[in-house]
């Protein structure tokens, strides 16, 4: 399933883009991408399929997520961003 991912805040620093499309089923699955395509993430963002304290995920703009297990669908659009991100 084709996810695109929007990076705000220091994940937009650490990707060097404001944006992407990735392959994922699940967060976790996401988030492994999205490891593995920019490296930086890891650094201080993401721990293999979990996001690090202080950052957070939001699925199409409507709920915020955390679990690795959570379902995505095709088309969908994750938001990556750290939790002071915009003041």
């Not at 084709?2 to 499309?21: D, H, K, L, S």
């Not at 988030?31 to 304290?53: K, M, S, T, W």
Request: net charge negative; glycine share 14%; proline share 6%.
């Amino acid at each position: 399933m084709q996810i695109t991912v929007e990076f705000f805040g220091i994940p937009r620093a650490r990707a060097g883009v404001t944006r992407t499309m990735v392959e994922g089923g699940c967060l976790g699955e996401v988030l492994g991408c999205l490891v593995q395509r920019f490296p930086a993430l890891a650094e201080q963002c993401i721990d293999g399929e979990h996001l690090r304290p202080g950052y957070t995920a939001n699925l199409g703009g409507n709920c915020f997520v955390s679990d690795p297990t959570t379902p995505l669908n095709d088309g969908d659009t994750l938001l990556l961003l750290n939790l002071d991100a915009g003041g």
